[in-house]
């Protein structure tokens, strides 16, 4: 046992007796027990924060036979390029002779867009939300089922362009929308020649 004692025992002054006093003690053994408790909890605690990260599909270096690529359908396309001013542009299908949209971040802009692309996908995984509840369905199958939905073939495919006026919370605004509408096929890729004189043209 853990402890700090302190003799307080007789002593002679002037060759008189002085009384015998209990030698005061501190036990150490609470002290021990509570670091081990405090190093317990943050051990605990430290364990549990996970950082949050976000998926993000980049442009590969790597040459791909043309056999092997994805084609997507133009009805499915959807080209995203994020201006100066906090604008967003899009437009559906080939860039060749596109016409091209302007639109806001705000939810009644480039969310109300997506949503009606993506009505189907986006309405079965508010309804697997709703059973997950009802039926305390566990995370395991929610996220099999949500992955199945999220990657339907007749879901749309965006393309994300920055232009150099864009700011980085603009990227982080149209990832942030891809998420809420559910959009899993998604795309951070560079302006081609093409999208860069569609833009020339929009004067971007």
């Known amino acids: 046992m853990a402890e700090i004692s302190q003799d307080s025992g007789s002593h002679k002054k002037g060759g008189k007796k002085r009384s015998k006093k209990i030698p005061s003690r501190v036990d150490m053994t609470p002290m021990v027990d509570l670091g081990f408790l405090l190093i317990t909890f943050f051990m605990l605690a430290t364990s549990m924060i996970k950082p949050q990260t976000m998926e993000i599909a980049m442009p590969s270096n790597k040459k791909v036979d043309e056999d092997q690529q994805t084609v997507a359908k133009a009805s499915q396309a959807i080209t995203l390029v994020l201006g100066k001013n906090n604008a967003v542009f899009y437009y559906y299908g080939k860039s060749e002779g596109a016409k091209v949209l302007k639109t806001t971040y705000a939810a009644d802009g480039l969310r109300k867009m997506l949503l009606e692309k993506n009505f189907d996908v986006a309405k079965q995984v ?30 749309p495919i965006v393309r994300i362009m920055a232009t150099d006026d864009a700011n980085y919370k603009n990227l982080v605004d149209a990832l942030d929308e891809m998420n809420i509408c559910s959009i899993s096929r998604y795309a951070i890729v560079d302006l081609d020649d093409i999208d860069k004189a569609l833009i020339k043209d929009m004067n971007i």
Do not use: F, G, W
């Not at 929610?142 to 073939?153: A, D, P, V």
């Open 126 to 155: 508010e309804d697997l939300k709703q059973e997950k509840v009802k039926t305390k369905m566990s995370e395991e199958i929610y996220q099999k089922r949500l992955t199945e939905l999220r990657n339907n073939k007749n879901a």
